[in-house]
């Protein structure tokens, strides 16, 4: 067990608050010995074959391993960390994910063997899966140029037009017939004129907001929906669900919003009451006389970088990582890949064609290097924009729907896990009551294109205090993100291992400046409990 210490942790890096917490949530003992046999058996050899078992990479839900065999033969292994949700279900739709995509010639790895359940003699979840050959684009894609970015770009669109034109009967997520329990429902995945005609069958939404901490307890419906308007409802019935069961007043997660609301904690009713007025719009939130933009839509869940292999001529060899993967109804699976967007930039969002400024030259090196960063995020929106109407029109049509983002929003701020925040799906609902004449689809009861009246409403000091409220909230992430910038650290606090003393000693140095310049002894109080940077009790937003 000590030998084998260094696979059952998380090595990669760490994180500067709540460092022990999330090791613990990334420990997974298994044993070794058997989880070797089970490799070797997966690629028909046996385990005295195998000449190295090491540790590959560490992700937010799986540690993977490289396989080599005596005569050079490679392979990955992964196995889930013990928080990773929904259990039994999440390792069966993945590999069925990623074999329908395989018959459809879509470049993803070959799975060799799998198990959903720890229930066996390794005591883990596992898959063995082909080792993708090719450099991982996130390794490349700083340094490309802007020929080679745009080539890259094409490519991923021209993929993901291949995902949207494939046919589905229903939302939730793939899986194979044979690994659905009978306790969950099922829509067969027709596939015309192929022995596998069955073998697939669509159930349960796999997303993880659907399941996020105890919300795996609560028996909701999660999928498959034929009805596009279930599917748009699914995460807010569940956290109202998950709200009546166990919500308590919270303090807002984002430790700087804290003091918009000073220090005192949220109560979820107040969320509740959102939730259901979110309900009450939402049949009005889908496209009526347009049937592409509601039809069951398929795309992979993370389209950043580190996903993605290339060739040395940019063709993409291998797409990974299709956890959590579902089809949602088009209209609001559509959007641009994060890694990609560049919203909140006028030049961007108008889609001018982006280029230097003219007095560039006269610039300093500084001020150079930052305009080359901007151009480059205004180039990458324009691109996939660009490209999107060229070679996936579908998926284009759906972006530049009325109040397309708007829509996604709601659906999204409505599914997610509540964390104390009572303001950001209180300001969508009143940007769409705003907007109602423009947005709603007619009554789904009329005839014609009579528009219902809207079913909610707000009094003018509500929306006076939540546009506040709200604006407050977006300077503080801000603010939050200036200070993530200034000790080096990501959204989750995480670090490479290497950088941490020193990281953690620049967090150090923040708080003593932020302390000292407290102008009381309440201030300095606050600053203290709420510190950004300092461990806090994580498990009760769970």
Request: proline share 6%; with cysteine.
């Given at each position: 067990?000590e ?10 890096g760490?994180?500067?608050w709540?460092d ?12 070794v010995?058997?989880?070797k ?18 540790k590959?990479a560490?992700?937010?839900?799986n540690r ?5 065999m005596r ?9 889930p960390y013990?928080i ?8 069966a ?6 074999d329908?995509?395989?018959?459809h010639?879509?470049p993803?790895?070959h799975?060799y063997s ?5 229930e ?15 450099t ?11 020929k080679?970015?745009i ?12 995902l949207f034109?494939?046919?589905f009967?229903?939302?939730?997520s793939?899986y ?11 829509v ?8 596998r ?8 939404d ?14 909701i419906d ?15 019935k569940k956290?109202i669900a998950y709200?009546?069961?166990f ?5 807002p997660?984002q430790?700087?919003?804290?003091e ?7 109560l ?9 007025k979110?309900l009450?719009i ?5 496209p009526q006389?347009n ?12 389209l950043?970088?580190?996903n993605v ?10 797409l990974?990582d299709?956890?959590?993967c579902a ?8 959007g641009?890949p994060n890694s990609l967007?560049?919203?909140g930039?006028?030049?961007?969002e ?15 090196d500084?001020e ?6 901007i ?12 490209m999107t109407a060229k070679?996936?029109?579908?998926h284009?049509d ?8 708007l ?10 896990p509540?964390e104390?925040?009572n ?8 940007h ?6 423009r947005?709603a689809?007619p009554?789904?009861?009329?005839s014609?294109?009579?528009?219902a ?7 003018k000091?509500e ?5 506040r ?8 992430d ?6 993530r ?14 950088h941490?003393e ?12 932020a302390?000292e ?5 309440e201030?300095r ?5 709420h ?12």
């Amino acid at each position: 067990m000590e030998e084998d210490a260094e696979l059952f942790e998380y090595t990669s890096g760490r994180w500067i608050w709540n460092d022990a917490f999330k090791h613990s949530e990334r420990r997974r003992i298994f044993n070794v010995s058997e989880l070797k046999r089970f490799a070797a058996a997966a690629v028909n050899q046996n385990v005295e074959d195998i000449a190295s078992f090491r540790k590959l990479a560490e992700g937010g839900f799986n540690r993977t391993f490289l396989i080599t065999m005596r005569d050079g033969f490679q392979f990955v292994g992964r196995i889930p960390y013990p928080i990773t949700e929904p259990k039994h279900l999440v390792v069966a739709s993945e590999v069925a994910t990623m074999d329908f995509l395989r018959s459809h010639n879509v470049p993803v790895p070959h799975i060799y063997s799998y198990s959903t359940t720890a229930e066996n003699a390794a005591g883990t979840e596992y898959m063995f899966m082909e080792l993708v050959r090719g450099t991982n684009l996130g390794d490349i894609w700083f340094d490309l140029s802007e020929k080679a970015r745009i080539t890259v770009v094409t490519k991923l669109v021209e993929l993901e037009s291949r995902l949207f034109a494939l046919e589905f009967p229903a939302c939730g997520s793939l899986y194979y017939t044979k690994d659905l329990q009978a306790a969950f429902r099922q829509v067969k995945v027709p596939i015309a004129n192929s022995t596998r005609d069955n073998d697939f069958c669509i159930g349960p939404d796999t997303r993880l907001d659907l399941w996020h901490g105890r919300r795996s307890e609560i028996e909701i419906d999660r999928g498959p929906h034929t009805d596009p308007a279930a599917a748009l409802i699914a995460g807010a019935k569940k956290e109202i669900a998950y709200l009546t069961k166990f919500g308590q007043p919270l303090h807002p997660f984002q430790r700087l919003r804290r003091e918009i609301y000073n220090y005192r904690k949220q109560l979820p009713l107040d969320h509740l009451n959102s939730l259901d007025k979110y309900l009450r719009i939402a049949p009005y939130l889908i496209p009526q006389n347009n049937e592409s933009l509601t039809r069951p839509t398929f795309r992979h869940p993370d389209l950043q970088p580190n996903n993605v292999f290339v060739s040395d001529k940019l063709e993409i060899t291998g797409l990974i990582d299709w956890q959590h993967c579902a089809i949602l109804p088009l209209f609001l699976q559509c959007g641009i890949p994060n890694s990609l967007q560049n919203y909140g930039d006028s030049i961007s969002e108008s889609l001018t064609n982006p280029e230097l400024p003219a007095n560039f030259d006269e610039l300093d090196d500084n001020e150079q290097f930052e305009q080359v960063v901007i151009l480059r995020r205004r180039q990458l929106h324009y691109f996939y924009i660009a490209m999107t109407a060229k070679l996936n029109p579908t998926h284009y049509d759906a972006l530049a729907y009325d109040f397309s983002i708007l829509r996604r929003k709601l659906f999204d701020h409505a599914s997610c896990p509540w964390e104390g925040d009572n303001v950001t799906l209180k300001a969508d609902l009143i940007h769409l009551l705003e907007n109602w004449s423009r947005i709603a689809a007619p009554e789904p009861s009329a005839s014609g294109d009579t528009k219902a009246p809207c079913p909610i409403s707000f009094t003018k000091d509500e929306m006076t205090k939540c546009r506040r409220l709200n604006a407050a909230q977006l300077e503080a992430d801000e603010q939050l993100k200036a200070c993530r910038d200034v000790i080096g650290v990501g959204p989750e606090g995480w670090v490479p291992k290497g950088h941490y003393e020193r990281t953690k000693q620049r967090a150090i140095k923040l708080k003593a400046d932020a302390l000292e310049a407290a102008e009381s002894e309440e201030e300095r109080t606050n600053l203290t409990e709420h510190w950004i940077f300092d461990d806090f009790d994580e498990e009760e937003y769970s």
